[in-house]
């Protein structure tokens, strides 16, 4: 294959999508995913009470653009004020993000971006030919979002912010009131908000506090079954967003996948509807899971620093004397079959990203190998 290199939108590789590809299917151990343990197909259709009947009277016939209309509105129920016109559904909150940043960003715009970032959030603007502001999350500062550090690089040619909360990989999240703050900042410059709300349920906080910003005209908040629901293969995600700009999503929609499956949608409709029934069980195992790592990390504080996640289920610590866990990465894999994600997929080479969200004998074993590593490193 030749002028690879010549494509009109030449998308940026992603290297956290690329270390997965090769390595999710083949690890014997997997604590780097971002998602909870996910589901069987027996054991959702008894959480969420699917019957052979619903299946049966299924017609598969083409669904409409932006979703099923029960599933809309049912989406829009939970996370919005209830109108499903605000609504898009798709094939996972991928499809949504690129349909919104292609249908409202234009070359030269201004984009506020956290930083690190998951590849979809920067680099489908950066393809677009944005100007990327970074609005960086350090972890010397606890991760912890600056938002007067955001006001400051706010300007009137800021067209988009674009924020992930609880963030992938930092598992940084927002203390109460600061998504408004951010929707204030975004506001005061008249630029869309986009957040990235895939980890929004998965809070330990009691009672969670509120994590998307309530009443600004120009957000979009964008949400998925991947993460706290436990069903990353069957592919839904959606966006709450002003009605023109699910409009203008449209036209993306008839150039990628049109539509989801009817199938699929009758799956997701029942997990919207019976969403506790799906989350709580993995937000218990999530729970136990990170009392579990904590006490670990505390085992091995002379290797490891942490700040401790309060939502998600990934955490991103550092490891003490290491400039580039990449090497240890790869000999955790190939010698003891244990799967992390090296800090460089988020440019932060120094660090690891370890998923909690999956079974707890699966963490253990794990943790017990990342300790044998540790100690022949
Ligand atoms: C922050 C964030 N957003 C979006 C996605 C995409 O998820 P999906 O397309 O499965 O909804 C991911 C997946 O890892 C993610 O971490």
């Given at each position: 294959?030749?002028?690879?290199?010549?494509?009109?939108?030449?998308?940026?590789?992603?290297?956290?999508?690329?270390?997965?590809?090769?390595?999710?299917?083949?690890?014997?151990?997997?604590?780097?995913?971002?998602?909870?343990?996910?589901?069987?197909?027996?054991?959702?259709?008894?959480?969420?009470?699917?019957?052979?009947?619903?299946?049966?009277?299924?017609?598969?016939?083409?669904?409409?653009?932006?979703?099923?209309?029960?599933?809309?509105?049912?989406?829009?129920r939970r996370w919005d004020g209830g109108d499903p016109a605000r609504v898009m559904v798709a094939n996972g909150s991928t499809e949504i993000l690129f349909a919104v940043l292609t249908t409202l960003l234009r070359p030269g715009d201004e984009v506020v971006v956290v930083e690190p970032a998951y590849h979809a959030l920067c680099s489908i603007a950066s393809a677009i030919g944005c100007r990327l502001v970074p609005w960086p999350l350090r972890f010397e500062s606890g991760f912890r979002p600056d938002v007067d550090e955001l006001a400051s690089l706010i300007s009137p040619a800021t067209r988009m912010v674009v924020v992930n909360f609880p963030h992938n990989p930092t598992g940084a999240s927002l203390a109460d009131g600061m998504a408004d703050e951010i929707a204030d900042v975004a506001a005061d410059v008249g630029a869309y908000l986009l957040w990235d709300a895939a980890f929004h349920e998965l809070t330990y906080a009691d009672p969670p506090p509120a994590r998307t910003p309530t009443g600004y005209e120009r957000a979009i908040v964008t949400g998925t079954l991947s993460k706290a629901y436990g069903l990353p293969g069957l592919r839904v995600g959606w966006c709450v967003a002003p009605p023109d700009v699910v409009t203008g999503c449209v036209t993306v929609r008839d150039y990628t996948t049109l539509a989801l499956s009817p199938l699929v949608e009758l799956v997701a409709l029942r997990a919207v509807e019976n969403a506790d029934a799906l989350l709580q069980p993995r937000l218990a195992q999530a729970r136990r899971n990170l009392g579990l790592l904590e006490e670990w990390i505390g085992v091995h504080q002379d290797r490891l620093a942490w700040v401790r996640p309060d939502a998600g289920v990934i955490a991103f610590p550092r490891l003490v004397d290491m400039a580039s866990t990449d090497e240890f990465c790869d000999r955790l894999l190939h010698e003891h079959g244990v799967l992390l994600v090296p800090g460089s997929c988020f440019g932060?080479?120094?660090?690891?990203?370890?998923?909690?969200?999956?079974?707890?004998?699966?963490?253990?074993?794990?943790?017990?190998?990342?300790?044998?590593?540790?100690?022949?490193?």
């Open positions: 294959m030749d002028r690879l290199e010549e494509a009109a939108v030449k998308l940026p590789r992603a290297p956290l999508e690329d270390w997965l590809r090769d390595y999710y299917f083949t690890a014997d151990i997997d604590i780097s995913s971002s998602g909870v343990e996910p589901y069987t197909f027996t054991e959702v259709r008894s959480l969420v009470g699917l019957r052979a009947d619903h299946f049966e009277a299924l017609d598969f016939r083409d669904s409409p653009t932006c979703g099923d209309p029960g599933l809309r509105v049912a989406i829009a932060m080479s120094e660090h690891v990203r370890l998923g909690f969200g999956g079974r707890t004998d699966e963490l253990e074993q794990g943790l017990a190998l990342v300790e044998r590593a540790l100690k022949a490193a």
